[in-house]
């Protein structure tokens, strides 16, 4: 099965810096990577994705890249604000039948004001 | 639309016990997820519905078991409760089901205690 691994476990930055997340998967046919925001007490929420036959994605101050021959994506969030602390989680899905998310054990990023 | 509800939110059992947690998708999704989420585990897969059918389960023991009823609105159910099941059980739902490049949507979470 897939094995999702994320790095650091723990990130603390001062505002208005960025921060970057990473992530290797063992699969070579997943096809499809999500990261997701929990802030304390709520739901994952989708923040960005991209798929396999893109490399970088951008929206705002987020964006990810994907290395599929590396098999290794990461997110990127520049500008950090206090909002964004959190923890992230990054995620890969393998085409075909077998339909589920397996999730790194996650990121919790800290921003300092 | 409304989005992916769960119920109860908060549930306290005994070991032994068992527990049912409902799940409603959002409105026309037809694939429901569950997942188990843990501070030393992260979140892990349980299984996943589509049409009534499991089409997919994690590697979780048979305690663990769910269902899906024909409006979309899923179960799962664990049996003989052990303290290790404290957690927050998560459900997802996604619209087609089709297995690929589907963004899920995740409810708030049923948080489990076992005494």
């Known amino acids: 099965g897939e094995n999702v691994e994320q790095h650091p476990s723990t990130l603390s930055v001062q505002e208005g810096d960025s921060a970057v997340i990473k992530c290797t998967y063992s699969?070579?046919?997943?096809?499809?990577f999500p990261w997701y925001k929990q802030e304390l007490g709520k739901r994952p929420q989708l923040i960005i994705d991209?798929?396999?036959?893109?490399g970088e994605k951008k929206d705002q101050r987020i964006a990810v890249t994907l290395n599929k021959t590396a098999k290794h994506f990461s997110l990127h969030i520049t500008e950090t604000q206090p909002e964004d602390s959190a923890v992230y989680f990054c995620?890969?899905?393998?085409?075909?039948?077998?339909?589920?998310?397996?999730f790194g054990a996650g990121t919790t990023v800290t921003v300092r004001a | 639309k409304a989005g992916v509800t769960q119920t109860p939110r908060y549930l306290i059992k005994t070991r032994g016990q068992q527990v049912t947690l409902s799940c409603s998708p959002i409105?026309?999704?037809?694939?429901v997820s569950w997942y188990q989420q843990t501070p030393g585990q992260g979140l892990q897969f349980l299984f996943e519905?589509?049409?009534?059918?499991?089409?997919n389960k994690g590697n979780f023991p048979g305690r663990f078991s769910g269902r899906q009823f024909s409006n979309s609105r899923s179960e799962m159910n664990v049996s003989t409760l052990e303290l290790g099941d404290s957690a927050l059980y998560l459900c997802?739902?996604?619209?087609?089901?089709?297995?690929?490049?589907?963004?899920?949507?995740f409810g708030p979470g049923t948080r489990l205690l076992v005494l």
């Open positions: 997802a739902s996604s619209p087609r089901g089709t297995g690929i490049q589907e963004t899920q949507y």
């Open positions: 699969d070579s046919a997943s096809n499809y």
């Open positions: 991209i798929r396999s036959n893109v």
């Open positions: 995620a890969a899905t393998p085409s075909g039948n077998d339909y589920k998310l397996s």
């Open positions: 409105s026309g999704h037809r694939s």
């Open positions: 519905y589509f049409s009534e059918t499991q089409r």
